[in-house]
């Protein structure tokens, strides 16, 4: 698929037809699904006088606008011949190029190595190597430009394809053919009075500025920076090598925590923009200020946008306070929130039972207590060959470590995780498999080995047919070095390899939930 295809697929100025096509249907590839993003009504969050609006980039299929810009990038790449087939791609990003390059070249074949600072939120990571990416971490002292000299490094020394998305025109181009265009069918009948953006690399500022100028110079174009990082909006210029390159930090830079915005330069794009008059205005935001108007749009709104949204949309109630009655305001809004979880957009959701919360809980009386299974006048027939079962298998002399266990079951992943890190070979019986279940043999075994222990829980974890304990006994045994010892006690001794903070392997609820009143 090409740009043009994107173009024609968005049915110009019929609004009905346009929602009725985005994203419903018969695809070719998760790539035909990028872009025609939905510019949704604000109804709670600003003043009555305007009309303000949100185009939502997170109805991409990776959920950022960068999705754009990566199919551009990589098709313009192909078309020139700069990107052979099976080559490598690699390329240094804040997270939201990374995570849209890793769904292209995903679908698309091609390897895919991402180089980013490692203050950037982890969920970014995570996504990237889960889509197969390679993360490179750069330290967060080096900032933008570090991490951008590392991906030149890497790209030249092994003849990989670099994005290089702070001047690849691709970029603009993905934002004046599809994002602009979208924005002018959105309004080709009312008009729009302001559009409003952060940037980054400033793909989408000049690019869709451009187009709308172009269409309408009435409307007014609002650049929106972090307000302790303002380095467009200043007279000191960006220094820069002979082709065009940032030489070094802009002087103004500061860290901020609109992740996405304002990298340690100005892109080249945000002064072409800038230079060449496309920008009416600019709107300082608050870091505080663009985390709180994020948290409002979730709530008040049910949009759930992360923090360069937060901000974009503080920038256009800015605007809204002193714009004339009737007028249009778009803020874009790059991401979703979900990117964010562990980040300070997140600081004030309590992952306890607030007491709010118990308060309801304990507004209706508990249930009475289900009476205990076992009683002794219905305890469960025990078969034999259940019992022979779970004697052999903790006799087998080859299966020296034993777990019996369920294969859902978040404890067992924690002996599993634990048993892999530290090279302990095991035998899982997992009672539950499709296997076991078979004519109930799974919970006759279950009901066997509960007796045999006296242990009505699982994980069941044997040394040399000896009980240690469920996943807390055993992750602490291996804490404490006790679970060594028995280990090298066997008549074939096994030597576990060292693995740090074993109990942090237990269910991450497990911590928080011992808060819970
Ligand atoms: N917000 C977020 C969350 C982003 O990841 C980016 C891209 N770096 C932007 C805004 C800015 O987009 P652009 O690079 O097109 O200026």
């Not at 972090?226 to 220094?239: I, K």
């Given at each position: ?372 299974q076992n ?5 469960p027939?025990i078969p034999?060959?259940a019992s022979?079962f779970v004697?052999?298998a ?9 777990m019996f266990g369920f294969?859902?079951c978040?404890?067992c ?16 019986i997992d009672v539950d498999s499709?296997?076991l279940r078979?004519?109930d043999a799974g919970g006759q075994i279950l009901r066997a080995l509960f007796a045999r222990t006296?242990m009505r829980t699982v994980p069941q ?57």
């Amino acid at each position: 698929m090409t740009l043009q295809d994107i173009q024609t697929d968005t049915p110009a100025r019929d609004g009905t037809l346009r929602h009725a096509s985005r994203n419903r249907g018969l695809f070719p590839s998760i790539l035909d699904t990028i872009g025609r993003t939905p510019t949704v009504r604000i109804n709670n969050l600003g003043p009555r006088h305007v009309e303000l609006y949100a185009k939502l980039e997170a109805f991409n299929p990776m959920s950022s606008v960068k999705d754009r810009l990566a199919l551009a990038v990589i098709e313009a790449a192909e078309r020139s011949g700069d990107l052979k087939p099976g080559q490598t791609v690699i390329e240094a990003t804040s997270g939201n190029t990374g995570i849209a390059l890793a769904m292209v070249c995903a679908q698309k074949g091609y390897p895919l190595v991402i180089v980013m600072a490692e203050n950037f939120s982890i969920e970014r990571r995570v996504l990237m190597r889960f889509l197969g990416a390679k993360v490179i971490l750069t330290p967060a002292a080096e900032r933008a430009t570090g991490m951008m000299a590392t991906a030149e490094r890497l790209a030249t020394a092994h003849g990989w394809f670099l994005c290089r998305q702070f001047e690849n025109n691709a970029n603009i181009e993905a934002h004046r053919t599809t994002t602009a265009r979208e924005i002018l069918t959105d309004f080709s009948e009312e008009g729009l009075d302001y559009w409003v953006s952060g940037f980054g690399t400033a793909g989408t500022l000049k690019g869709v500025a451009e187009e709308l100028k172009r269409k309408n110079p009435a409307t007014q174009i609002v650049a929106v920076e972090p307000e302790n990082a303002q380095m467009l909006n200043s007279d000191v210029l960006q220094p820069r090598l002979p082709d065009g390159r940032p030489a070094r930090s802009h002087p103004n830079s500061r860290a901020h925590p609109i992740q996405g915005w304002s990298p340690d330069f100005v892109s080249i794009f945000a002064e072409q923009a800038l230079s060449s008059g496309l920008i009416d205005r600019f709107q300082p935001v608050s870091g505080a200020a663009a985390l709180q108007v994020a948290r409002r749009l979730a709530a008040l709104e049910g949009i759930f946008c992360g923090p360069s949204g937060g901000a974009t949309m503080a920038a256009a109630l800015e605007v809204a306070k002193t714009a004339p009655d009737g007028a249009r305001i778009l803020a874009m809004i790059p991401d979703t929130g979900e990117r964010y979880l562990t980040t300070p957009l997140f600081d004030d959701v309590p992952v306890t039972m607030t007491a709010e919360e118990a308060k309801i809980l304990a507004s209706v009386p508990k249930p009475p207590r289900q009476r205990a299974q076992n009683r002794p006048d219905q305890e469960p027939v025990i078969p034999p060959q259940a019992s022979a079962f779970v004697a052999a298998a903790l006799a087998d002399t080859d299966a020296r470590v034993v777990m019996f266990g369920f294969e859902w079951c978040e404890f067992c992943w924690s002996v599993r995780k634990l048993f892999d890190l530290a090279a302990i070979p095991f035998q899982a019986i997992d009672v539950d498999s499709a296997e076991l279940r078979k004519g109930d043999a799974g919970g006759q075994i279950l009901r066997a080995l509960f007796a045999r222990t006296g242990m009505r829980t699982v994980p069941q974890v044997f040394i040399g047919g000896e009980l240690v304990g469920g996943a807390t006994e055993v992750l602490n045994a291996f804490e404490d070095r006790t679970l060594h010892a028995r280990l090298a006690a066997l008549p074939r001794p096994i030597r576990a390899q060292p693995v740090e903070d074993p109990l942090s392997l237990l269910p991450q609820w497990l911590n928080s939930a011992k808060g819970l009143g």
